[in-house]
């Protein structure tokens, strides 16, 4: 960079392939390159379905933010500012509080550009916390956002502009909704408004991966105010199937698929507080299967794991759960073999998960499938002898006992010097 010059020498991975100039908002596409979304969105509007730098064919044309390449660009941007040189090149766009009530304007009439102020909304609250608060903070403005989500409610014309419009205000009402909890009675009527919750169904149905895992973040923010949102959420139509279809993410991009699957798990948590929802949760076909087979995932991050394990705990806790759990014996299995290796959480999800089918239900198949596990039985016993909670070493004591009576020599093959140890 040259010094009281009129110009600054931009670092070429800045620049986007296609229009060349700094990048405002980054983000990749499935072959990897990074563009700028306002060009690479202009690119794949046009009909084309190809990377425009490696002309190779898109075989999924979600793109997601490219967050580090975001900060490394902000980060150069300040230096330049620090070194009094020019207007930086790069800076995100600063808007008035005029441009800013004008954009909210045109997105409350839908204006022909409505997709165009969405995201210049979008990058404005997603450039800071300040950003985020000084827009929640402006009279209407979350009206004006359920609004548009509102007036898609019972769709009829689910076109791709009308999608992409729910996408960014569902992007956007993430972004401030997560700022700040003092929005609790706007949120109980959003989570009231039923054409608002089919509206976030739809996009979790035919979005694009980023708004599919953001509407899955709204949705456990909306869950969270109380049980009876839990219920309203849970209960409408499409959208435990499509959160279901969420965790079984599989891509290109390994870190957007974990980011995807991690975000439904912990929207199914969060809805699965409720019993009802739980049946129903249950009762879709294949969802039992579906979590174990993440838990037999070799890749699945030590997050999902948990999570994994978590939702199954509460599965467990009611009687047809239990029967899902008990009638895949690779399920029960995988969950013994998880109990181990992956964190003192997972471990105790895991233990009061066989808890409930061994000892509780008193389930043959899946006691006999602890059996036949490599040591089970002493295993067990070896994490009762651990730093454990006392509910956790109980529950491992109730499991041996079943164990015991079982084959009373379960414990023979436990050759260490604690085997004099005896749990009861």
């Known amino acids: 960079m040259v010094r009281n010059e009129m110009f600054i020498t931009i670092p070429n991975y800045f620049k986007c392939p296609i229009s060349l100039d700094v990048m405002k908002s980054p983000v990749s596409l499935c072959t990897g390159v990074t563009y700028d979304r306002s060009s690479i969105q202009k690119w794949l509007d046009n009909g ?130 997560k700022e700040d909890n003092d929005y609790s009675e706007s949120i109980r009527s959003m989570v009231r408004n039923q054409d608002l919750l089919s509206s976030i169904a739809l996009v979790l149905r035919k979005g694009n991966l980023e708004s599919k895992i953001k509407s899955a973040s709204l949705l456990e923010i909306l869950a969270f105010q109380e049980p009876e949102s839990k219920l309203l959420i849970g209960e409408k139509d499409g959208i435990l199937f499509e959160l279901l279809r969420l965790i079984t ?68 806790a009611v009687t047809e759960g239990r029967t899902a759990i008990c009638d895949d014996p690779f399920i029960v299995k995988s969950i013994f073999q998880k109990m181990f290796k992956v964190s003192n959480a997972a471990t105790d999800h895991a233990v009061v998960i066989l808890w409930s089918v061994c000892y509780l239900y008193r389930d043959s198949k899946a006691q006999e499938s602890v059996m036949k596990s490599i040591n089970g039985p002493s295993k067990i016993l070896l994490l009762m002898q651990s730093n454990c909670s006392a509910s956790i070493r109980q529950m491992c004591g109730d499991l041996l006992k079943i164990f015991c009576v079982s084959s009373k020599s379960c414990l023979s093959s436990y050759d260490t010097k604690t085997t004099h140890i005896m749990p009861f």
């Open 249 to 316: 993410t599989e891509g290109s991009d390994s870190s957007s698929s974990s980011t995807a699957i991690e975000t439904g798990l912990s929207c199914l948590i969060s809805l699965s507080m409720s019993r009802r929802i739980r049946l129903r949760i249950i009762r879709n076909k294949g969802s039992v299967q579906k979590l174990g087979t993440l838990l037999m995932n070799s890749e699945s991050r030590v997050a999902v794991i948990e999570k994994v394990l978590k939702l199954l705990e509460m599965i467990s």
């Open 48 to 177: 084309n379905n190809t990377c425009p730098a490696t002309m190779q064919v898109l075989h999924s044309q979600d793109f997601i933010p490219n967050h580090t390449l975001t900060r490394l660009i902000r980060t150069w941007s300040d230096s330049i500012q620090d070194h009094s040189s020019p207007t930086p090149v790069s800076a995100p766009p600063l808007l008035s509080h005029r441009q800013i009530q004008n954009l909210i304007k045109n997105i409350e009439k839908r204006d022909e550009n409505c997709v165009g102020c969405l995201r210049n909304l979008h990058d404005f609250a997603q450039d800071s916390s300040e950003n985020r608060k000084f827009l929640v903070n402006i009279d209407g403005f979350l009206d004006v956002l359920v609004g548009v989500l509102s007036n898609n409610g019972d769709v009829v014309d689910d076109s791709d502009l009308e999608i992409r419009i729910m996408e960014e205000t569902i992007i956007i009402l993430d972004l401030v909704l």
